[in-house]
């Protein structure tokens, strides 16, 4: 492939998946890119000759009135095939356009196209390694491209264009050393994008700008360069060299034009500070108006500390710990003389081996490569963590990753160890806090125990459940040796006998699981049971069988048998998880999380602060479970003003009406809140019918399971998300992003009023939130500090009355 070749980018609206069962293309759009220019681009309507489903009109905004009177595909088929005719055809998905279009044209009686093509979709994957997502709307965001109208063809075919000049322009950037090696390694791309890969990267770096190419101007590449640990202290002797800013206009003086510190925010900083001062040692649990902005209100005040005890900022959630250093980073840059020496550490099966990569890419030289580690060459080259835990979940998620993880002994979990142990500020995730912290300390030289901070503790449980308990699963282990065995007997007769013994093994072990009841004896089985799998995953390996499990995490499976055999005072109790479809069956291993998160977590820090605008009584309460020696304590720091949140008392019958008042004002995005299945399926159908040309919509599990549909109605212009129940408590467990607009359905049926703080918390923290719902007067009266009812039963709403909530 020449850097001169002509391409053309394809993208199809069709009105169902292939053409085989039944669909037929409804749009074509095609963008035309020569000299790495965009020089003409044709679109067309395709009348289909058929019904187009209410779901294709929803998401393409196609309607049959559009097609109507467009051409039918066999009357454009000629001129198409004579515009394609030398081209190189590109597509966001190729195996979808490309085979779909040439069905089309075998239908109509015209030879199939046999083009070269390529698919943006893999070249993004690798070039982008960590994108947040790899749809053509995902990409578009995450690159500053233009996309006018998503799912419109025309619009479409454009935007990946734009994204082909994008992935062109960064193969050129690639270090000589990364395009070295993806030139060097045959990936098994699809069609001929490792052409087009080979000869991206074969050119040197361009002068030209994204914007001379008249494209946006890249990827936020702010994580990549974070560097936190190149960030030293300000003064030798560890103390900073200015006092700390206590009021809120100190404080904006201090961080310049780009921050804007309200009273209420002062106030939470000041709480941090005076705790951080202190010499108590406590579980200091402090709640924070909605609207303050938590993790910088926690952060400011560690610039101003003495640098004799080190901050271990902790949390499950990964992406909570990269924004942290975000924002730490962009705090740097505000407060230059009161710079802080900050490092992020994770466990060292986190982290890459460059050893065993670079073996796994020798052996890849030989016989072809895989696409999850093209991906890892050009993040290693982007990485300044070489965290294996940065990569998307569709690359951690290869179970031979596991292969190229590192140990202690590892080159980048060593060299960052070094930096933990000479910051000031760590953030780590509880495993590796509860695997390297006590060692940490001993090394780090501080005089002091450091101090924890949390922001989102609900995943300490999560965590300590994770580290210490161990769920084995069953079900996999027997589906894997069958396959297994289905292999080994292919094998020739003197080679089988080995495999016959470590079956008959497995057997044996898996057997005895089987035969015991829930008790203690149960660990000794499962031990029988990972040594019997490890036998049988060496003989698998040996004979290059393909199979998912892996003998590192085996190994780390049977470790903690031994630990929990060893500490049998910390199990709580063991009980079998079965799920019916698909059928799986998993053998569970529980833990006192009470008992460890005193033994294995407060006993390491001198301090606890939780900083949360949301804590349920549970957590709170576990939380409060501290040894004699710490006080547990909570603060909750009122808002400056009135922030109840705007609500509208409906009736059951006038819900329906609500929704065609917000549809009018013109309101973006909205959740529907429904008590059961049934009316779940109620909403969406009724819904979809009346408002499916606007809005997309979203039903919990019958568009997507509730994470998904909420993630994907959050990124539409404008949608309407329908869930059940569980959706309030998976706002704050799973940190789901609300809409501004709310409407519980006959909310007085099955409502109770503490299972909505989450949702009130998540309205309150955006401007022009609205809470709709039938809450009879109880509700309304249990609410009152919350809520204020912006009607009453007798008082009308107007169409016109929610345009001032418009985002």
């Known amino acids: 492939m020449k850097k001169s070749a002509a391409f053309v980018i394809v993208d199809l609206e069709t009105t169902q998946p292939s053409v085989e069962k039944g669909g037929r293309i409804i749009q074509i759009g095609m963008t035309f890119v020569k000299n790495k220019k965009i020089v003409e681009h044709f679109d067309s309507f395709v009348n289909p000759g058929q019904p187009i489903d209410k779901r294709i009109q929803q998401l393409t905004h196609i309607s049959p009135k559009d097609v109507r009177d467009a051409p039918y595909f066999e009357e454009i088929a000629p001129s198409l095939q004579a515009l394609l005719k030398g081209q190189v055809f590109v597509a966001h998905n190729v195996n979808f356009d490309y085979p779909y279009l040439n069905a089309e044209f075998v239908r109509v009686g015209l030879p199939k196209l046999d083009l070269v093509a390529i698919d943006t979709v893999q070249l993004a994957q690798i070039l982008y390694p960590t994108a947040p997502g790899y749809r053509l709307s995902d990409l578009t965001k995450y690159l500053n491209l233009p996309l006018t109208q998503a799912h419109r063809a025309n619009a479409d075919a454009e935007a990946t264009a734009y994204l082909l000049l994008s992935l062109w322009q960064k193969a050129q950037s690639l270090p000589e050393k990364t395009k070295k090696t993806l030139t060097s390694i045959d990936w098994g791309l699809l069609r001929q994008s490792q052409e087009f890969l080979a000869m991206a990267v074969s050119e040197r770096p361009s002068n030209q700008s994204f914007e001379n190419l008249g494209i946006g101007a890249g990827q936020d590449s702010r994580l990549s360069e974070l560097k936190l640990n190149q960030q030293q202290a300000s003064t030798p002797d560890g103390a900073t060299d200015q006092a700390y800013p206590e009021s809120a206009a100190a404080k904006n003086q201090a961080l310049g034009p780009a921050y804007q510190v309200e009273d209420d925010q002062a106030e939470v900083m000041n709480q941090v500070q005076r705790f951080l001062a202190q010499r108590k040692r406590t579980v200091y649990q402090l709640l924070t108006p909605a609207k303050v902005p938590k993790t910088i209100s926690y952060l400011f005040p560690l610039f101003y500390q003495k640098r004799s005890q080190a901050t271990y900022l902790l949390a499950h959630d990964v992406g909570l710990l990269r924004h942290q250093a975000e924002q730490i980073a962009d705090l740097q840059q505000v407060l230059p003389r009161q710079k802080l020496a900050v490092s992020l550490l994770y466990s060292p099966q986190d982290y890459l081996d460059p050893v065993k990569f670079q073996d796994s890419l020798r052996l890849a030289k030989k016989d072809g490569g895989t696409f999850w580690q093209a991906r890892i060459v050009v993040w290693l080259s982007e990485s300044h963590e070489k965290a294996l835990v940065e990569l998307p979940r569709g690359i951690q998620n290869q179970p031979a990753l596991s292969l190229v993880r590192s140990d202690q002994t590892g080159k980048y979990f060593q060299e960052a160890w070094q930096r933990a142990i000479a910051a000031d500020v760590v953030l780590m995730p509880f495993a590796a806090f509860f695997a390297n912290g006590e060692e940490l300390q001993a090394k780090s030289g501080k005089k002091d125990r450091p101090v924890a901070i949390l922001e989102k503790p609900i995943g300490l449980l999560t965590a300590i459940q994770e580290g210490f308990g161990l769920t084995l699963p069953l079900s996999f282990y027997q589906d894997q040796v069958a396959r297994l065995a289905d292999q080994a007997s292919a094998l020739p007769k003197k080679v089988q006998g080995q495999w016959k013994v470590a079956l008959h093994n497995w057997e044996e072990a898996s057997n005895k699981i089987d035969r015991h009841q829930l008790n203690v004896g149960l660990l000794k089985a499962a031990k029988a049971v990972l040594n019997r799998l490890l036998d049988i995953v060496a003989l698998a390996d040996q004979a290059d069988f393909n199979h998912k499990m892996v003998q590192p995490e085996l190994q780390a499976q049977l470790d903690k048998v031994a630990w929990l055999s060893a500490h049998q005072e910390y199990l709580a109790n063991l009980n079998w998880e079965i799920q019916k479809e698909p059928a799986v069956q998993s053998l569970v291993f529980s833990v006192k999380t009470d008992l460890l998160y005193q033994k294995y977590f407060l006993k390491q820090v001198d301090k606890v602060l939780v900083v949360s605008s949301y804590l349920p009584d549970e957590l709170s309460h576990f939380l409060a479970q501290t040894p004699n ?65 606007d809005y997309v919509i979203y039903a919990q599990d019958s568009s997507a399971p509730l994470a998904k549909a909420a993630r994907q109605s959050a990124l539409e212009d404008q949608s309407i998300l329908i869930v059940l129940p569980d959706y309030l408590s998976a706002i704050w467990q799973q940190n789901l992003q609300a809409p501004p607009i709310a409407l519980i359905s006959q909310a007085h049926r099955f409502i109770d009023v503490k299972s909505l703080a989450p949702l009130l918390v998540a309205l309150q923290k955006q401007s022009g939130s609205v809470l709709l719902g039938s809450f009879n007067q109880g509700q309304v009266k249990a609410l009152a500090n919350q809520l204020e009812v912006v009607n009453n039963r007798r008082k009308r709403i107007k169409a016109n009355f929610y345009q001032k909530y418009i985002e």
């Open 629 to 693: 020696a710490l006080l547990p304590e909570k603060n909750a720091i009122e808002d400056s003003a009135d922030q109840r949140l705007p609500t509208v008392v409906t009736t059951s019958r006038t819900e329906e009406r609500q929704i065609e008042l917000l549809v009018e004002a013109g309101m973006k995005r909205m959740v529907v809140i429904v008590e059961d299945l049934a009316a779940l399926r109620h909403w969406y159908y009724k819904l979809s019918d009346k408002y499916g040309d």
